[in-house]
Every structure is written in structure tokens, then in C-alpha cells.
């Protein structure tokens, strides 16, 4: 056997017990010592692959795996839940700022007419005593209140403008129904004299304690009720 065939077979298989390989390997000393190296070599990769398994191997992998699942999702649901609190921290900001903004009265007083229609058909015969119990309960604090009847007061609620607890009426005009908002003073509300749509009509103006707000169908019935204001309202 040959020097080149001799160290294939050794590299492959030091142990090899063929008699042709066994016999090259006697040849010569320095092949022993060569057959020799390899073959030890060849034990040591032998016992170093010979690791005991730990009994709880399996479970321990198990554990391993699903806390890294876990982790996993925690991450996920972390995002998720960040994603949620950041839409509800940006809603609620909105929300805060556009009761903080500025608050057209005209257009609020419209549109809680027509929120509020069944107010229009009502009649609880309500007394002034009754009002200025309501208008004392305001978060103003101020000491507005009416001296005597402003004529007939058909409906009394309270309302919010915008954040702002308010008193609702609807009184009786000239010849038809008119609706009063009393809404306390605040920096933010803008008034207008006058403003209206295709049905209503409506009237602003301010008092030491209020702003006034009347809505109605024809501006015979707002000054009407204006006047009893006026008259009556401190």
C-alpha cells in the first residue's frame, strides 16, 4: 500500500482492522506513531461526544421554548396596548381642546333647539321661583336670578354649552313660542347680535352675570321676550 493510499484510510478510519491496512501500518515506525495520533485523536472526539442527557432536558427545552413565546407576545401586546393608549391619550386631548376652543353661542343655541324640539311641546307652567332655583345652582356662583314672572314659562332645564352648565327656557313670545338659553359669562364664548337659519331666528345679548340667547320663528317674539328680560332679570 502506498504512502498516499495509507493516510486516506488512516484519516477516514484510524481504527480500520484491515490486514492489508494493519500490515502498511508495521511498514514503518513512523506510520505507527502517525496511526497512533489519529487514533487518539479519534477517542477523545469519541468521549467528548459522550454528554449525559439531564432527565428534565426535554422540559427544560419545553419552558425554554414557551417563554420565549411568551416574551414574544408581551412585545406584541405591548405595541398593541401602546398603540390603544396613544389613540385614547390623542382622543381625550381633542376632546379637552375643543371644549377648551372657542364656542360660537349662536350656532350652539340652534342647534339645541332642534335637539331638543320636544321642549317646544311642553307645558309645565313653570314659576320664577323654580328658575331662579336652577339659575342659583349654576357653576358661576353669580347671584342672577328674575325679580318676578317674565310672563309665561312654558319649560326649564338645565343644558351644556360646550362644557358650561346652562339654564334652558322656552317662554311665551308675542304670538309664538321662543326658547331662552341663559349661559354664564365665560372668555371663550363668542356672541352674536343676531344670527339664524332657514327656520329659526335668533337674538344674543349680555347681561352683567349672562349671555341671553333667544331663538324663536319671528323677531316679534324674540323682542318680546327680550323686553320681559330686561325687566325682570337682575
Known sequence: MDELKFRRQAYGEPNNQDPEFLQAAMESAEREAFLNDLKGLDNKIENALK??????????????????????????????????????????????????????????????????????????????????????????????????????????????????????????GESGKVTLFIVPLEDRMVLDEAFADNKYKGMGFETDNAYMLLVGEGSEDLNYVKNEIKQTFI
Open 51 to 172: 454528554i449525559d442527557v439531564p432527565d428534565d432536558l426535554a422540559a427544560k427545552l419545553l419552558l425554554r421554548q414557551q417563554l420565549q413565546h411568551h416574551h414574544s407576545q408581551r412585545r406584541k401586546t405591548g405595541f398593541a396596548f401602546a398603540m390603544v393608549a396613544s389613540v385614547a391619550f390623542l382622543a381625550g386631548i381633542t376632546f379637552t381642546l375643543l371644549r377648551m376652543g372657542p364656542v360660537d353661542l349662536g350656532q350652539h343655541a340652534l342647534a339645541h333647539v332642534y335637539h331638543e324640539d320636544k321642549a317646544l311641546h311642553v307645558d309645565q307652567n313653570v314659576q320664577y321661583q323654580d328658575v331662579n332655583f336652577q339659575l342659583a345652582s349654576l357653576n358661576s356662583g353669580s347671584n342672577m336670578k328674575f325679580t318676578q314672572q317674565p310672563g309665561k314659562v312654558f319649560y326649564s332645564t338645565y343644558c351644556d354649552f360646550q362644557g358650561v352648565q346652562s339654564l334652558h327656557l322656552v317662554m311665551q
